[in-house]
């Protein structure tokens, strides 16, 4: 069966290339292609064309659907000569099915049955190979769908050491625009750190339903997927970072450097400020390192008192060893991770600015690394935070809620109306939700707010509870707190009662556990490579988005 969706040709495209970035000379990027979108018109096919097409398809009732194809443009013929052709490679639809096919064998083919009518279909191909991605049952489309299918078809694109990087023309825009850009720049994505490696994919167009006379929306859908895209690369880029180029000191500068290259107000505490000012869980956990411990302030939109504010607060430990409380060696090399809430905070306040939100936002980022040296924290410690609370340091491997308890307590003393904090914090997010669900805590409303979001956005954050027996599984006998408990259930949880402590009265806040969904130590998927991920900052962003909205009730 073939449905036709899309009948129209391309009347014009609308290109945007990411802006510079601002990057430490050692710092390694990943590569994103440049990306457009290209509104369905008159008479202006001619002009598209690529290397690659990418063409949705779907499961039905009686098997293969083709789902808009070649958009109509090179007669109904082609339409059924891809279709059958799919069908005898036993192409299903199902999702995450992947086909490819050379485009010569379409378009060289001359289909004069009845079912084809006086379409002739034999022509010079624009295209070299046409894959086809299976999205499942058309009534269940949605928009993560169209990012995942989008993902997935992207990295099926393949190129020898000897080709150049393929341009790509996509059919998934017809659906949801901003979802396929999104889904196939993410999915195209290559981190190759200090190898010379060429991407396969160098640009991306997406084909999306006909533009209205002065209509701009496919600008402003490219605008804003490409700042998404852009934050969240810039968030993988900092994680997929060793932590030799990427530590406390240089993580400050960079993130000087890029802030205020946006126009936001950056403030830099080093070590001697960070004792003066009482930041004792900072310290605690940097002073074991030769690399001394920061923290960063970064400031959006700051003057304009009439709008919420907004703060954001992420765990920036460049490298985890556990400290005294030493891991194991095994996979240790991960944990180059640990500062996956910090990133992500990085590149949230980066496109609050850029996309212009009408609020206030101030991001608190501590930044330390954790290592065994001589003067690192001992377990049984007592260290005071920023703030004036004590805790007992039990285990120096729970060392992130130290140095997110004294930046909760700095970001608050701003008077925020919401509270939006991120870390790879606890194995136990893990065990209750796998490695792909970030577990969200605090404020229930707000929580539940953030959590729907988030499952809107494909990020699927789920709402954990603050189980009110296990606040006293932290109460110390020597101080305000201890920073585990001795009980192994709940860890999760437990680490979410112990933020609380530092939250002042009134403000909205939620916590979110990415422990195992900021770092794909496993294969890619959909548009998820291995390594970093970027998550949560479109769930950030998406929050800031609706507050600035007056959406979300303070």
């Known amino acids: ?31 994103v292609p440049e990306l457009s979108i290209a509104p369905l018109g008159a008479d202006a096919h001619d002009s598209l064309t690529a ?20 958009g109509g443009a090179w007669g109904r013929g082609l339409e059924i000569t891809l279709w059958k052709l799919l069908v005898s490679l036993g192409a299903q639809g199902t999702p995450g099915e992947v086909t490819t096919v050379p485009a010569a064998s379409i378009f060289s083919h001359d289909d ?12 010079s191909s624009p295209f070299t190979t046409i894959i086809a991605i299976g999205l499942g049952d058309s009534d269940e489309l949605t928009a993560e769908t169209i990012r995942e299918g989008a993902g997935t078809a992207i990295r099926a694109v393949q190129r020898t050491k000897d080709q150049e990087p393929a341009s790509v023309v996509s059919m998934l825009g017809i659906f949801d625009p901003e979802a396929a850009v999104i889904g196939h720049a993410l999915g195209a994505y290559t981190y190759a750190g200090f190898k010379e490696a060429k991407p396969s994919v160098a640009t991306v167009s997406v084909v999306t339903p006909p533009a209205t006379e002065e209509d701009n929306s496919a600008d402003e859908i490219l605008q804003h997927a490409r700042v998404l895209v852009d934050s969240v690369a810039l968030a993988r880029d900092l994680v997929n970072a060793p932590a030799n180029v990427l530590y406390p000191e240089s993580y400050a500068s960079f993130i000087k450097n890029a802030a205020e290259a946006e126009g936001l107000e950056v403030e830099i ?18 002073q074991g390192s030769a690399r001394p411990p920061r923290l960063v302030r970064v400031s959006y939109n700051k003057d304009a008192q009439d709008t919420p504010l907004v703060a954001l607060v992420g765990k920036g430990i460049t490298f985890d060893t556990g400290g005294i409380s030493l891991k194991p060696g095994a996979n240790m090399w991960n944990m180059i991770s640990d500062m996956g809430g910090s990133a992500a905070v990085v590149g949230s306040i980066i496109a609050a600015a850029r996309l212009g939100l009408n609020l206030r936002v101030t991001a608190t980022i501590p930044l330390a690394e954790n290592m065994p040296g001589d003067k690192a924290t001992r377990p049984g410690d007592i260290i005071v935070h920023y703030g004036g609370l004590s805790s007992e340091v039990l285990n120096t491997d729970a060392e992130g809620r130290l140095v997110l308890a004294d930046a909760i307590a700095r970001a608050c003393e701003d008077e925020p109306a919401f509270l939006i904090e991120t870390a790879t914090l606890t194995g136990a997010q893990m065990v209750a939700l796998g490695e792909r669900t970030p577990g969200i805590m605090g404020s229930i409303e707000f929580r539940d707010r953030v959590s729907m979001i988030s499952q809107n956005v494909g990020e699927n954050a789920w709402p954990m509870p603050l189980p009110k027996e296990l606040a006293k599984e932290i109460t110390s006998d020597v101080a305000d707190l201890k920073n585990i408990s001795t009980s192994r259930w709940g860890g999760m949880s437990v680490a979410g009662h112990y933020l609380s402590k530092f939250v002042a009265e009134g403000v909205q806040w939620v916590h979110m556990d990415v422990a195992g969904p900021a770092y794909n130590t496993g294969s890619a998927h959909g548009y ?12 950030i962003v998406a929050s800031l988005e609706a507050i600035a909205r007056g959406e979300v009730d303070h």
């Open 1 to 31: 069966m073939v449905v036709s969706v899309v009948t129209k040709t391309c009347e014009k495209v609308v290109s945007l290339v990411s802006q510079p970035a601002v990057t430490p000379s050692n710092l390694s990027r990943g590569h």
């Open 528 to 539: 998820t490579p291995k390594r970093g991920t970027g998550v949560p900052v479109r769930t």
């Open 112 to 123: 004069e049955s009845e079912e084809a009518g006086a379409d002739s279909t034999k022509e």
């Open 269 to 286: 505490l080093k070590e001697s400020q960070l004792e003066e000012q009482g930041y004792g869980g900072i310290l605690g956990v940097g």
């Open 51 to 70: 290397d690659v097409l990418i063409v949705p398809v779907f499961h039905g009732e009686n098997g293969l659907e083709l789902a808009g194809s070649l």
